[in-house]
Nanobody, 125 residues
């Protein structure tokens, strides 16, 4: 059973940075498409960024230029570096994994099979 265990997150002031980590166990990270999603209070889960494999990376508009998704296959770990954080970035962040799929579905939460436990990110103004 593939498991995703998240760490990182916490409280940071506006303009600050945080890095989230997501360790994949019982599977090889390299075999999966990976992504980050977030859920703000009262909202549906929304796509943040994706790493389908190799050096490719895709971002939602709000994350472009501020967030960086990366993977370390040797450590079986996915990262999300978040810089220039804003109060509206406050949310629970989730990592997710799925078997290789169409690139056109990379931002669809319902297509991801495995999920991390979520980690709270709070950005104060």
């Amino acid at each position: 059973q593939v498991q995703l265990v998240q760490s990182g997150g916490g409280l940071v002031q506006s303009g600050g940075s945080l890095r989230l980590s997501c360790v994949v166990s019982e599977a090889a990270l390299n075999d999966y498409e990976m992504a980050w999603f977030r859920q703000r209070t009262g909202n549906e889960r929304e796509y943040v960024a994706a790493s389908p494999g190799g050096p490719s990376a895709y971002y939602e508009d709000f994350a472009e230029g501020r967030f960086t998704i990366s993977r370390d296959n040797a450590k079986n770990t996915l990262y999300l570096q978040m810089d220039s954080l804003k109060p509206e970035d406050t949310a629970v962040y989730f990592c997710a994994a799925k078997e290789p799929d169409s690139i056109f579905r990379i931002n669809l939460a319902r297509t991801y099979r495995y999920w991390g436990q979520g980690t709270q990110v709070t950005v104060s103004s």
